[in-house]
Protein backbone atom coordinates (compact mmCIF):
# COMPACT_ATOMS: atom_id res chain seq x y z
CA UNK A 1 0.00 0.00 0.00
CA UNK A 2 0.95 3.74 -0.74
CA UNK A 3 1.66 5.91 1.52
CA UNK A 4 0.84 10.00 0.75
CA UNK A 5 3.23 12.73 2.13
CA UNK A 6 2.09 16.26 3.02
CA UNK A 7 4.87 18.69 3.77
CA UNK A 8 3.90 21.83 5.55
CA UNK A 9 5.53 25.05 6.34
CA UNK A 10 9.37 24.83 6.16
CA UNK A 11 10.40 22.43 9.17
CA UNK A 12 7.72 19.86 7.38
CA UNK A 13 9.50 20.67 3.43
CA UNK A 14 13.45 20.34 5.16
CA UNK A 15 12.36 17.34 7.13
CA UNK A 16 10.46 15.66 4.52
CA UNK A 17 13.48 15.85 1.59
CA UNK A 18 15.67 14.39 4.30
CA UNK A 19 12.98 11.52 5.11
CA UNK A 20 12.82 10.82 1.42
CA UNK A 21 16.67 11.06 0.68
CA UNK A 22 16.87 8.54 3.90
CA UNK A 23 14.40 6.17 2.56
CA UNK A 24 16.02 5.86 -1.33
CA UNK A 25 19.64 5.24 0.54
CA UNK A 26 18.85 2.74 2.50
CA UNK A 27 16.29 0.96 -0.01
CA UNK A 28 19.24 0.91 -3.07
CA UNK A 29 22.07 0.25 -0.40
CA UNK A 30 24.50 -2.61 -1.80
CA UNK A 31 26.21 -3.73 1.52
CA UNK A 32 25.03 -6.08 4.35
CA UNK A 33 24.16 -10.16 3.96
CA UNK A 34 20.99 -9.86 1.97
CA UNK A 35 20.96 -11.53 -1.54
CA UNK A 36 20.26 -9.91 -4.87
CA UNK A 37 16.80 -11.13 -4.38
CA UNK A 38 16.27 -9.91 -1.31
CA UNK A 39 17.75 -6.58 -1.71
CA UNK A 40 15.17 -6.41 -4.71
CA UNK A 41 12.22 -7.46 -2.72
CA UNK A 42 12.97 -4.91 -0.42
CA UNK A 43 13.62 -2.16 -2.69
CA UNK A 44 10.43 -3.31 -5.10
CA UNK A 45 8.28 -2.95 -1.10
CA UNK A 46 10.05 0.64 -0.41
CA UNK A 47 9.44 2.07 -3.66
CA UNK A 48 5.25 0.90 -3.95
CA UNK A 49 5.00 2.88 -0.54
CA UNK A 50 6.77 6.00 -1.05
CA UNK A 51 8.00 6.97 -4.71
CA UNK A 52 6.34 6.85 -8.44
CA UNK A 53 8.54 6.24 -11.41
CA UNK A 54 8.42 8.24 -14.42
CA UNK A 55 9.26 7.04 -17.98
CA UNK A 56 12.92 7.78 -17.69
CA UNK A 57 13.30 6.09 -14.46
CA UNK A 58 13.53 8.69 -11.95
CA UNK A 59 11.62 7.77 -8.96
CA UNK A 60 9.02 10.73 -7.87
CA UNK A 61 8.01 11.41 -4.18
CA UNK A 62 4.50 10.21 -3.46
CA UNK A 63 4.75 13.52 -1.81
CA UNK A 64 2.57 17.31 -1.80
CA UNK A 65 5.05 20.21 -0.41
CA UNK A 66 2.71 23.29 0.58
CA UNK A 67 3.78 26.82 2.05
CA UNK A 68 3.29 29.89 2.20
CA UNK A 69 6.67 31.33 1.00
CA UNK A 70 8.78 30.08 -2.15
CA UNK A 71 11.98 29.78 -0.80
CA UNK A 72 11.86 26.54 1.22
CA UNK A 73 10.11 24.87 -1.45
CA UNK A 74 12.33 25.74 -4.33
CA UNK A 75 15.06 24.94 -2.12
CA UNK A 76 13.52 21.76 -1.44
CA UNK A 77 12.76 20.93 -4.75
CA UNK A 78 16.66 21.62 -6.45
CA UNK A 79 18.10 19.59 -3.64
CA UNK A 80 16.28 16.79 -4.64
CA UNK A 81 17.21 16.81 -8.86
CA UNK A 82 20.75 17.52 -7.56
CA UNK A 83 20.84 14.46 -5.88
CA UNK A 84 19.92 12.89 -9.30
CA UNK A 85 18.69 9.47 -7.62
CA UNK A 86 15.02 10.45 -6.87
CA UNK A 87 12.84 14.09 -7.37
CA UNK A 88 9.45 15.47 -6.23
CA UNK A 89 6.91 16.45 -9.22
CA UNK A 90 6.54 19.48 -10.41
CA UNK A 91 3.12 20.12 -10.17
CA UNK A 92 2.93 18.24 -6.54
CA UNK A 93 3.62 22.31 -5.05
CA UNK A 94 1.73 24.82 -3.70
CA UNK A 95 3.59 28.23 -2.23
CA UNK A 96 2.51 31.40 -1.97
CA UNK A 97 4.41 34.85 -1.38
CA UNK A 98 2.78 35.83 1.90
CA UNK A 99 3.93 33.57 4.81
CA UNK A 100 1.22 33.34 8.34
CA UNK A 101 4.11 35.48 10.81
CA UNK A 102 3.99 32.62 12.95
CA UNK A 103 0.46 33.01 13.93
CA UNK A 104 -1.39 29.65 14.00
CA UNK A 105 -4.92 31.47 13.62
CA UNK A 106 -3.44 33.27 10.31
CA UNK A 107 -2.62 29.86 9.01
CA UNK A 108 -5.91 27.76 10.10
CA UNK A 109 -8.50 30.40 9.84
CA UNK A 110 -7.29 32.51 6.34
CA UNK A 111 -4.56 30.62 4.59
CA UNK A 112 -6.85 27.27 5.13
CA UNK A 113 -10.08 28.59 3.91
CA UNK A 114 -8.38 30.59 1.30
CA UNK A 115 -6.42 27.72 -0.05
CA UNK A 116 -8.21 24.39 0.59
CA UNK A 117 -9.19 23.95 -2.87
CA UNK A 118 -5.82 24.08 -4.28
CA UNK A 119 -4.52 22.33 -1.96
CA UNK A 120 -6.41 19.22 -1.12
CA UNK A 121 -6.91 19.10 -5.98
CA UNK A 122 -3.08 18.29 -4.95
CA UNK A 123 -3.75 15.99 -2.54
CA UNK A 124 -6.22 14.40 -4.31
CA UNK A 125 -4.21 13.31 -7.94
CA UNK A 126 -0.99 12.54 -5.45
CA UNK A 127 -4.15 9.92 -4.04
CA UNK A 128 -4.92 8.28 -7.41
CA UNK A 129 -1.89 7.67 -8.49
CA UNK A 130 -1.64 5.04 -6.39
CA UNK A 131 -2.79 1.47 -6.89
CA UNK A 132 -3.61 0.86 -2.81
CA UNK A 133 -3.89 3.88 -0.40
CA UNK A 134 -2.40 3.05 3.04
CA UNK A 135 -3.00 6.45 4.32
CA UNK A 136 -1.38 9.95 5.13
CA UNK A 137 2.05 11.33 6.85
CA UNK A 138 1.79 14.48 7.64
CA UNK A 139 4.79 16.59 8.71
CA UNK A 140 4.87 19.62 10.55
CA UNK A 141 5.64 21.93 12.94
CA UNK A 142 4.22 23.13 16.01
CA UNK A 143 6.05 26.58 16.80
CA UNK A 144 4.88 28.72 13.68
CA UNK A 145 2.25 29.32 11.74
CA UNK A 146 1.73 27.48 8.33
CA UNK A 147 3.05 24.45 9.41
CA UNK A 148 0.75 23.84 13.08
CA UNK A 149 -1.90 26.30 11.45
CA UNK A 150 -2.66 25.53 8.27
CA UNK A 151 -1.33 21.46 9.08
CA UNK A 152 -3.92 21.54 11.60
CA UNK A 153 -6.85 22.77 8.78
CA UNK A 154 -5.56 20.39 6.15
CA UNK A 155 -5.18 16.66 8.70
CA UNK A 156 -9.12 18.05 9.42
CA UNK A 157 -10.10 18.39 5.88
CA UNK A 158 -8.14 14.80 4.98
CA UNK A 159 -10.11 13.58 7.94
CA UNK A 160 -13.60 14.88 6.46
CA UNK A 161 -13.01 13.66 2.36
CA UNK A 162 -11.00 10.58 3.69
CA UNK A 163 -12.32 9.36 6.56
CA UNK A 164 -11.65 5.56 5.99
CA UNK A 165 -7.96 6.30 5.79
CA UNK A 166 -5.67 6.58 8.28
CA UNK A 167 -3.86 9.51 8.93
CA UNK A 168 -0.35 10.13 11.03
CA UNK A 169 0.91 13.33 12.05
CA UNK A 170 4.56 14.36 12.49
CA UNK A 171 4.90 16.82 14.24
CA UNK A 172 8.04 18.56 15.86
CA UNK A 173 8.09 20.13 19.78
CA UNK A 174 9.42 23.16 19.61
CA UNK A 175 12.73 24.25 21.58
CA UNK A 176 11.91 24.85 25.29
CA UNK A 177 13.56 28.57 24.68
CA UNK A 178 12.60 28.63 21.39
CA UNK A 179 12.59 32.19 19.28
CA UNK A 180 8.42 32.48 18.39
CA UNK A 181 7.13 33.85 21.24
CA UNK A 182 3.77 32.53 20.76
CA UNK A 183 5.36 28.67 20.16
CA UNK A 184 3.25 27.68 23.25
CA UNK A 185 0.06 28.86 22.51
CA UNK A 186 0.67 27.54 18.80
CA UNK A 187 1.25 24.10 20.44
CA UNK A 188 -1.06 23.82 22.73
CA UNK A 189 -4.14 24.69 19.66
CA UNK A 190 -2.48 22.72 17.37
CA UNK A 191 -2.24 19.19 19.76
CA UNK A 192 -6.23 20.41 20.78
CA UNK A 193 -7.28 20.19 17.29
CA UNK A 194 -5.03 17.39 15.88
CA UNK A 195 -5.89 15.11 18.71
CA UNK A 196 -10.12 15.15 17.25
CA UNK A 197 -8.70 14.49 13.79
CA UNK A 198 -5.66 12.37 13.24
CA UNK A 199 -5.52 8.86 14.05
CA UNK A 200 -1.84 9.45 15.07
CA UNK A 201 0.72 11.91 16.66
CA UNK A 202 4.47 10.70 16.31
CA UNK A 203 5.89 13.49 18.38
CA UNK A 204 10.06 14.55 17.98
CA UNK A 205 11.00 17.48 20.54
CA UNK A 206 13.95 19.35 18.90
CA UNK A 207 15.60 19.73 22.87
CA UNK A 208 16.16 15.97 22.71
CA UNK A 209 17.30 15.53 19.16
CA UNK A 210 20.20 18.51 19.80
CA UNK A 211 21.63 15.94 22.69
CA UNK A 212 21.37 13.07 20.55
CA UNK A 213 23.43 15.18 18.17
CA UNK A 214 25.79 16.49 21.19
CA UNK A 215 26.21 13.85 23.19
CA UNK A 216 26.00 10.57 21.27
CA UNK A 217 27.11 12.00 17.51
CA UNK A 218 29.57 14.12 18.87
CA UNK A 219 28.89 17.22 16.65
CA UNK A 220 30.65 20.36 17.98
CA UNK A 221 28.28 22.49 15.69
CA UNK A 222 24.77 21.55 15.23
CA UNK A 223 22.53 22.80 12.77
CA UNK A 224 19.14 22.06 11.60
CA UNK A 225 20.57 20.01 8.86
CA UNK A 226 22.03 17.32 11.62
CA UNK A 227 18.91 17.37 13.23
CA UNK A 228 16.42 16.49 10.61
CA UNK A 229 18.55 13.47 9.54
CA UNK A 230 18.77 11.88 12.64
CA UNK A 231 15.17 12.89 12.40
CA UNK A 232 14.63 10.86 9.06
CA UNK A 233 16.91 8.39 10.09
CA UNK A 234 14.63 7.16 12.86
CA UNK A 235 11.72 8.04 11.08
CA UNK A 236 12.81 5.59 8.45
CA UNK A 237 12.70 2.98 10.47
CA UNK A 238 9.84 3.63 11.28
CA UNK A 239 8.52 2.58 7.89
CA UNK A 240 10.57 0.56 5.76
CA UNK A 241 9.42 -2.59 5.08
CA UNK A 242 9.17 -5.60 7.61
CA UNK A 243 8.97 -9.29 7.13
CA UNK A 244 5.20 -10.47 7.70
CA UNK A 245 4.33 -14.14 9.36
CA UNK A 246 4.56 -15.26 5.57
CA UNK A 247 8.37 -15.59 5.91
CA UNK A 248 10.88 -14.63 3.71
CA UNK A 249 10.48 -12.06 1.03
CA UNK A 250 6.87 -11.22 2.22
CA UNK A 251 6.78 -7.68 3.69
CA UNK A 252 4.05 -6.10 5.70
CA UNK A 253 1.89 -4.29 3.24
CA UNK A 254 0.10 -2.12 5.20
CA UNK A 255 2.60 -0.21 7.23
CA UNK A 256 0.14 2.44 8.79
CA UNK A 257 -2.41 -0.01 9.95
CA UNK A 258 0.61 -2.75 11.25
CA UNK A 259 1.80 0.20 13.24
CA UNK A 260 -1.82 1.78 14.41
CA UNK A 261 -2.45 -2.21 15.32
CA UNK A 262 0.42 -2.44 17.71
CA UNK A 263 0.49 1.47 19.25
CA UNK A 264 -2.65 2.74 19.67
CA UNK A 265 -4.75 0.66 21.40
CA UNK A 266 -7.61 3.34 22.07
CA UNK A 267 -8.84 6.29 20.02
CA UNK A 268 -7.50 8.84 23.12
CA UNK A 269 -4.15 7.34 23.52
CA UNK A 270 -2.68 8.19 20.20
CA UNK A 271 0.62 10.39 21.20
CA UNK A 272 3.92 8.11 19.62
CA UNK A 273 7.47 8.67 20.47
CA UNK A 274 10.85 6.63 18.93
CA UNK A 275 14.04 5.14 20.07
CA UNK A 276 16.30 4.09 18.38
CA UNK A 277 20.00 2.21 19.04
CA UNK A 278 22.75 2.04 18.56
CA UNK A 279 23.15 5.74 17.94
CA UNK A 280 26.86 7.21 17.40
CA UNK A 281 28.68 9.29 14.82
CA UNK A 282 30.07 6.61 12.17
CA UNK A 283 33.81 6.69 13.08
CA UNK A 284 32.73 5.25 16.14
CA UNK A 285 30.56 2.34 14.38
CA UNK A 286 33.51 0.92 12.54
CA UNK A 287 34.72 -0.19 16.21
CA UNK A 288 31.95 -0.98 17.75
CA UNK A 289 29.94 -4.31 17.84
CA UNK A 290 26.41 -5.45 17.92
CA UNK A 291 24.01 -8.62 19.51
CA UNK A 292 20.12 -8.45 18.90
CA UNK A 293 19.83 -9.49 22.83
CA UNK A 294 21.84 -6.05 24.02
CA UNK A 295 19.99 -4.20 21.20
CA UNK A 296 16.94 -5.88 23.10
CA UNK A 297 17.92 -4.94 26.41
CA UNK A 298 18.89 -1.23 26.13
CA UNK A 299 16.27 -0.27 24.43
CA UNK A 300 14.29 -1.82 27.39
CA UNK A 301 15.92 -0.07 29.48
CA UNK A 302 15.69 3.22 27.70
CA UNK A 303 11.94 2.66 27.91
CA UNK A 304 11.37 1.71 31.97
CA UNK A 305 13.54 4.57 32.42
CA UNK A 306 11.65 7.02 29.79
CA UNK A 307 15.39 8.01 28.08
CA UNK A 308 15.29 9.10 24.84
CA UNK A 309 18.64 8.05 24.16
CA UNK A 310 21.19 5.49 25.43
CA UNK A 311 23.14 7.84 27.62
CA UNK A 312 22.04 8.83 30.92
CA UNK A 313 20.12 6.30 31.85
CA UNK A 314 18.51 6.29 34.91
CA UNK A 315 19.34 2.35 35.89
CA UNK A 316 18.50 2.21 39.53
CA UNK A 317 14.69 2.69 37.69
CA UNK A 318 15.20 0.12 35.07
CA UNK A 319 16.65 -2.97 36.53
CA UNK A 320 13.74 -2.65 39.05
CA UNK A 321 11.58 -5.11 36.28
Not at 37 to 55: D, L, P, Q, V, W
Not at 129 to 155: E, N, R
Request: aromatic fraction near 10%; glycine fraction near 8%; include cysteine.
Amino acid sequence: MSIVTVQLGQCGNQIGFEVFDALFSDSHCTQGLCSKRENEAYRSSCKERFFNEEENGVPIARAVLVDMEPKVINQTLSKAVQSSRWKYGQRSCFCQKQGSGNNWAYGYSVHGPRHEESVMNLIQKEVEKCDSLGGFFIIMSMAGGTGSGLGTFITQNLQDQYSSSLKMNHIIWPYGTGEVIVQNYNSILTLSHLYRSSDALLVHENDAVHKICAKLMNIKQISFNNINQVIAHQLGSVFQPTYSEEGSFHYRRNPLGDLMENLVPHPEFKMLGVRDVPRMSENSLAYSTFTWAGLLKRLRQMLISNAKMEEGLDLSTAFLM
